[in-house]
Structures are given as C-alpha cells and as structure tokens.
C-alpha cells in the first residue's frame, strides 16, 4: 500500500463469507488472525484493531485470550434490526459498537412507519435512522455518494422521544434488502451466479 499504518484494521467476519451463519465458528481461525493483529498494533502498523459481524460467542473467545482487547465490533443495525442483546454485551467489554448499513443499505427509505415519525421531527429517514444509532451509543457508518446527502446524514442535532425509540426498536423486520440480499449479512447466501452478479454490477456503476 505504500503506507505507513493503517488507521484501522478488522476481522471482516468471525468465518468464510460463503459460511457466514453456519454452526463452526471458527475460533483457533480467528484467534490466529487475531494474534497477528496484535502483533501489527504493537509495531505501530496499525493504529486500531477490531472484528466486525462476531456474535457474543466470537468475542468471548477473543476476549478470553487475547493481550490487546478488539477496539470496535462493525455490526449490522439499523432502525427494525437492533440486536440488542449483542450491542449490551459488547458495550460492557469497552468494545465500540459501529452500526454498518444504519439505513438499512437503502432500504428504510422504503419504509412508511419510519416515514411518519421522521415527518414528526421535520427531518429525513436517513437523518432520523441515524440518530437512532447514536442514540444506542453506536457509532454510525452510512455510505453515501452525494454531498448533499452527506451534508444532511451529519446535521442530526435533535433527541428521539424514549417512546419513539421503543417505537423504533420494534418495527417490523426488512425482509428483502434489494440488490444486496444476496450478501450473506443480509441473510443471503454467496454461490458463482451471485458474486458473478456483483462483480458485473460494480463493473456497470
Ligand atoms: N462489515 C460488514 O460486513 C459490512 C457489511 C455491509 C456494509 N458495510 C459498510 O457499511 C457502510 C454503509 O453501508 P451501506 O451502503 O450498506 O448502507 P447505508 O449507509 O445504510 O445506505 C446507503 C444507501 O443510502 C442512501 N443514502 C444515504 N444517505 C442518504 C440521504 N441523506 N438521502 C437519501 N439517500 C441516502 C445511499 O444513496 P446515495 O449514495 O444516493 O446517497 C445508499 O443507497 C459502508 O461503508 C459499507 O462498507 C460493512
């Protein structure tokens, strides 16, 4: 790369992509892959060091033998998929919690309900999906490739209601995530015709 450090690396996934959700965890795997991290970390290679879609399972067996503890967990949450339970046990380790896709990559546009009590605020569901996040003490990682929704996805200065955020939490689940439903993290499984379609889509934008 031609770079100094990194800024920050992680274990995209606790296993295989084209195994993401089945029974073998791959624990001796991630701790392997982990203890070469650290070993980056502590030459300066790196500046952070984290997971990313490891369930309480997968960070237990981090934790257990680990000498420099995972500083962030990327997960997927959003507005209707909040695991909540996951996001608890990994903020009491000291592990910060980052919320990939917290528009649902897209998605919650889509959705009514959510429409309604962004309207209630005066602002966007993109805006309303991320306060949402930071309001878990999650750290939001939306993507956007227009400056102006950019602009708005950081003017997010207003409080949720605790009732709407109950409200929220409990929306109905997404259950076809578009084009990526394919991607395993959206319940999708990899096999040739799906990465052939990806990669012919990111030919194509
Ligand atoms: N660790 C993992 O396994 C994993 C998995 C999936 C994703 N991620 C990461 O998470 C990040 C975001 O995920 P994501 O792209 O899936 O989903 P996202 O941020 O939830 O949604 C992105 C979509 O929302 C639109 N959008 C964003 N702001 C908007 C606004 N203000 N108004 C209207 N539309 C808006 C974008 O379109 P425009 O470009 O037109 O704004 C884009 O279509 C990425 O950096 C990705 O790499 C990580």
């Known amino acids: ?114 429409a309604k009590i962004a309207d209630k605020y005066g602002v966007t569901i993109p805006q309303l999906s991320i306060r949402y996040t930071l309001q878990l003490g999650l750290l939001p990682l939306p993507k956007t490739a227009n400056p102006a929704h950019m602009e708005e996805n950081a003017d997010v200065e207003f409080v949720i209601s605790d009732e709407d955020m109950d409200y929220l939490i409990n929306v109905d689940p997404i259950e076809d995530y578009g084009d990526a439903s394919m991607m395993p993290v959206y319940g999708g499984k990899m096999n040739l015709r799906s990465i052939l379609s990806m990669i012919f889509r990111s030919f194509r934008s």
């Open 1 to 114: 790369m031609g770079l100094e450090y990194i800024d920050m690396m992680l274990i995209h996934s606790p296993q295989p992509w084209n195994k993401f959700g089945d029974e073998d965890r791959y624990f001796e795997g991630n701790r392997e892959a982990w203890r070469a991290l650290e070993e980056a970390y502590k030459s300066g290679k790196l500046r952070a060091i984290g997971v990313s879609n490891f369930e309480k399972e997968d960070l237990e067996n981090i934790l257990e033998s680990c000498t420099v503890k995972p500083m962030v967990n990327q997960i997927l949450a959003h507005i209707s998929n909040t695991p909540k339970e996951l996001i608890q046990y990994t903020q009491v380790q000291g592990i910060l919690v980052e919320a990939y896709s917290p528009i649902a990559h897209g998605e919650l546009l889509k959705n009514e309900e959510v």
